[in-house]
C-alpha cells in the first residue's frame, strides 16, 4: 500500500501561484506513474497533468498548458505541480495519484481516473478574483 500526502495548497490571488508536492511512503515511487487531479464542489474529478515513472513524458489538460508545470524527484518520492497565473477557475480540490501498472511502457502517463491505485486526500486551492 502507498499512502500519498498533498502539501502546498492555499488562497492566492489570480496571476499568483502556488507550488504542490505529493509525498509517496515506500521504496517503489520510481516504478509509479504520478498524476494530479482536482475537484470542485458539486463537478467531477478532472485530470490535471501526469508524468511518466522517469519523468520522459508530461501531459496537461488543455485549461493549464502553458501555466502549470508536473516535476518529480524520485530520490525524495515527490512529485510537484507548479502553477503560475492561477485564475478563479483553478479553484478546487488537488489531489495526487500512482498508477502502479508495470506493463505500460515507461512512458506512459495516464489521464484517466481509472487508470489510478492510489490516492491522497487532497490539498485546497483557491484562487480569489
Known amino acids: 500500500q502507498v499512502q500519498l500526502v498533498e502539501s502546498g495548497g492555499g488562497l492566492v490571488q489570480a496571476g499568483g501561484s502556488l507550488r504542490l508536492s505529493c509525498t509517496a511512503s515506500?521504496?517503489?515511487?520510481?516504478?509509479?506513474?504520478m498524476g494530479w487531479f482536482r475537484q470542485a464542489p458539486g463537478k467531477e474529478r478532472e485530470f490535471v497533468s501526469a508524468?511518466?515513472?522517469?519523468?520522459?513524458?508530461?501531459r496537461y489538460v488543455d485549461s493549464v498548458k502553458g501555466r502549470f508545470t508536473i516535476s518529480r524527484n524520485n530520490a525524495k518520492n515527490t512529485v510537484y505541480l507548479q502553477m503560475n497565473s492561477l485564475k478563479p477557475e483553478d479553484t478546487a480540490i488537488y489531489l495526487c495519484a500512482a498508477d502502479r501498472k508495470t506493463s505500460t511502457t515507461t512512458l506512459y502517463a495516464a489521464d484517466e481516473v481509472h487508470e489510478y491505485d492510489y490516492w491522497g486526500q487532497g490539498t485546497q486551492v483557491t484562487v480569489s478574483s
Open positions: 508524468i511518466s515513472r522517469g519523468g520522459g513524458n508530461t
Open positions: 515506500g521504496r517503489t515511487f520510481s516504478t509509479y506513474a
